[in-house]
């Protein structure tokens, strides 16, 4: 109890999340999805839906067009949205990291507030027995600034 009374804030703190994607408009996380400050103007985003729009510029000149809330490594696109429901491990990991506290949903990941900077290497369409491009994802997440990145690389199938 005294800890959690001491660290209340982790809001300074980026962490990526090199999985499978985060299903970004979840109510236990999206408050603490990262959003690139460079690549928010003209931007508007469904949260509800999932969905969001940029203005068709690389404005923070990394290569990576409108890469608002992180990249999709396998698609090779900008939306980096968990949407197939067996690919949930990102999420998991991201909610076991900085799901959002006091809201009275779920649970509380410890690093209180972190941002979770997205980085996808799973499919949309299909299970996926492993995680894609965990070099690129690394690579990126530390040139977008990331303190730490989590994940998987390889993880099993699931079996029903």
Known sequence: DQVWEF?????????????????????????NIWLNPDELAGTNINWEAGTF???GSDDDSNGYLDDLMGW????????PLQSWENNNHGTHVAGCASAEGDNGIG?????????????????NTSDSEGISYSYQQ???AADMGADIAIGSSQRKAQTK
């Open 138 to 140: 690394i690579v990126y």
């Open 107 to 123: 649970t509380v990941g410890p690093a209180f507030n972190a941002k979770l900077l997205n980085c996808k290497g799973a499919s």
């Open 7 to 31: 660290v209340r804030d982790a809001s300074e703190i980026l962490i990526a999340i090199t999985d499978s994607g985060i299903k970004w408009n979840h109510p236990d996380l999206k408050e």
């Open 72 to 79: 999709d490594f396998y698609n090779n696109d900008n939306n």
């Open 53 to 55: 729009t940029g203005n």
